[in-house]
């Protein structure tokens, strides 16, 4: 079955600089979604991806997704201490067709 | 327009015991789909319903059950709870599956705790 591995696993920045999180795919990629997630709380949708080369931006985060469709990147511009959580990406792969999910990514932002 | 309900948020348990948690998804969505997060496996699939039909299940023994009702509201059942059942249970909807790449919108979770 398919598996999303994320990298970095934590992450720390100050304020105000940029960051990138990877996702990387054992097979092809025919939706990738990316959510964060506070500590203990649901996921929140940020973005979905679905063609190759395509790139999506909300406010100060962009994520892309290549040309092969198995890597996306989420990248975050100028962070701040909102950007803190759990970012997690997760793709259509499951032996049921259910969503998979990457182990996350944990972001902490210093003021 | 509000978004997925899940309740209780807290809830304490021990072993042996059983469990119902309930969701509520997003007006108009009828595919709700049940995850179990823990620091060691993080997010799990459990099971999907559409329709009140279950399409999908995860790999999770028997003791794990749902359900869907005719206005898409969900419950999951745990019987006989393990120390190993301690986990954020997690509620997502969507207009469609996962195929249709329609997202899925999460609730707040279930913390559920087993002593």
């Known amino acids: 079955s398919q598996e999303l591995e994320q990298s970095p696993q934590s992450l720390i920045v100050q304020e105000g600089k940029n960051l990138t999180i990877n996702c990387t795919s054992s097979?092809?990629?025919?939706?990738l979604y990316w959510y964060k997630q506070k500590y203990g709380e649901g996921l929140i949708f940020l973005m979905m991806?679905?063609?190759?080369?395509e790139e999506k931006s909300h406010e100060k985060i962009t994520a892309k997704l290549d040309e092969k469709k198995q890597q996306s990147s989420l990248h975050i511009t100028a962070s701040q201490p909102s950007h803190a959580g759990i970012y997690l990406c997760?793709?259509?792969?499951?032996?049921?067709?259910?969503?998979?999910f990457g182990k996350g990514t944990k972001l902490s932002v210093k003021p | 327009k509000a978004g997925v309900t899940q309740t209780p948020r807290y809830l304490i348990k021990t072993r042996g015991q059983q469990v119902t948690l309930s969701c509520s998804p997003i007006?108009?969505?009828?595919?709700v789909s049940w995850y179990q997060q823990t620091p060691g496996q993080g997010l799990q699939f459990l099971f999907e319903?559409?329709?009140?039909?279950?399409?999908n299940k995860g790999n999770f023994p028997g003791r794990f059950s749902g359900r869907q009702f005719s206005n898409s509201r969900s419950e999951m059942n745990v019987s006989t709870l393990e120390l190993g059942d301690s986990a954020l249970y997690l509620c997502?909807?969507?207009?469609?599956?996962?195929?249709?790449?329609?997202?899925?919108?999460f609730g707040d979770g279930t913390r559920l705790s087993i002593l």
């Open positions: 997502a909807s969507s207009l469609g599956s996962p195929y249709s790449n329609q997202p899925q919108h």
């Open positions: 097979k092809t990629l025919y939706g």
């Open positions: 991806l679905q063609k190759g080369g």
């Open positions: 997760g793709a259509v792969g499951g032996s049921q067709g259910n969503l998979i």
């Open positions: 007006s108009g969505h009828r595919s």
């Open positions: 319903y559409f329709s009140e039909t279950q399409r």
